[in-house]
């Protein structure tokens, strides 16, 4: 339970509060889940946040939230399945980071909207690694082992 409070949703927390608090409204994100900042609870937060934030490194607004929410899912992935990676999960623990980095790719070759930004690759990068570093126990993509698990 730990791993899911502390890797999942915490971190998961923190970078939709980064986004919240330091993010300009333009972004889609606030389209897509309807928040305004004219919302009095949030524009007073914002408005409190917004004075600081010449204070806070630009990679921790603009990148960090990216890593950890990377890190966040694929510890979700690692809780569902015991923390094990084998043949039967290696698609659900790569196809966020494939996903990420294609769209990182496609706005540096202008396929898709969007900056490209080698820090957000990054921290798509170390947010799936730390996560596989601090909570897979067992890796068994070996097929032969696989084969004798199965039957």
């Not at 609870?41 to 409190?48: A, L, M, N, P, V």
């Not at 939230?65 to 923390?83: E, H, K, R, V, Y």
């Not at 990420?100 to 798509?124: A, K, P, W």
Request: net charge neutral; with cysteine; aromatic share 18%.
């Amino acid at each position: 339970m730990r791993q899911l409070f502390f890797g999942h949703f915490l971190t998961l927390l923190a970078g939709s509060l980064i986004y919240l608090f330091f993010r300009p409204e333009s972004i889609a994100i606030f389209k897509l889940i309807n928040i305004h900042a004219s919302d009095s609870f949030i524009s007073e937060i914002k408005d409190f946040t917004l004075k600081y934030k010449y204070l806070i490194p630009e990679w921790s607004i603009y990148s960090l939230p990216a890593g950890l929410w990377m890190f966040s899912c694929t510890t979700l992935i690692l809780f569902i399945w015991d923390n094990k990676i084998n043949i039967k999960n290696i698609f659900w623990l790569i196809i966020l980071p494939v996903i990420s980095v294609y769209i990182e790719i496609g706005q540096y070759l202008n396929l898709n909207s969007g900056t490209f930004d080698i820090v957000d690759f990054v921290f798509y990068l170390i947010g799936t690694a730390l996560s596989l570093l601090l909570y897979a126990k067992d890796f068994a993509i070996n097929k032969s082992k696989q084969h004798e698990e199965l039957y």
